[in-house]
């Protein structure tokens, strides 16, 4: 059964920092692009970060650059979103996804960011 599950959110104050972590199952980790989206309320989801299946080149969307770090451990099947210096702006819920021949989604992570 293929699962993605995240972890990690939270409430956290402007500027503060949170890790979150995709732990994946059921289907071949190292050859799947993970990624990280973001949706919040009344809102389309967005592309927050990818990482290749490769571990080379990653990719962020402007609203995080510099801020936000992705990584993926194959070994433990798993991928980490760091996100320094958060915005009220980046309250959402985070979403893991893989992508290859298949994609998959996790059920998703509530990050609030508020003082």
């Known amino acids: 059964q293929v699962q993605l599950v995240e972890s990690g959110g939270g409430l956290v104050q402007p500027g503060g920092s949170l890790r979150l972590s995709c732990v994946a199952s059921?289907?071949?980790?190292?050859?799947?692009?993970m990624s990280w989206h973001r949706q919040a309320p009344g809102k389309s989801r967005e592309l927050v970060a990818v990482?290749?299946?490769?571990?080379?080149?990653?990719y962020y969307a402007d609203s995080v650059k510099g801020r936000f770090t992705i990584s993926r451990d194959n070994d433990k099947r798993t991928t980490i979103l760091q996100m320094n210096s958060l915005k009220p702006e980046d309250t959402a819920i985070y979403l893991c996804?893989?992508?290859?021949?298949?994609?998959?989604w996790g059920q998703g992570t509530q990050v609030t960011v508020s003082s």
């Open positions: 996804k893989a992508t290859s021949r298949n994609t998959y």
């Open positions: 059921g289907f071949t980790f190292s050859d799947y692009a």
């Open positions: 990482i290749g299946d490769d571990d080379r080149s990653p």
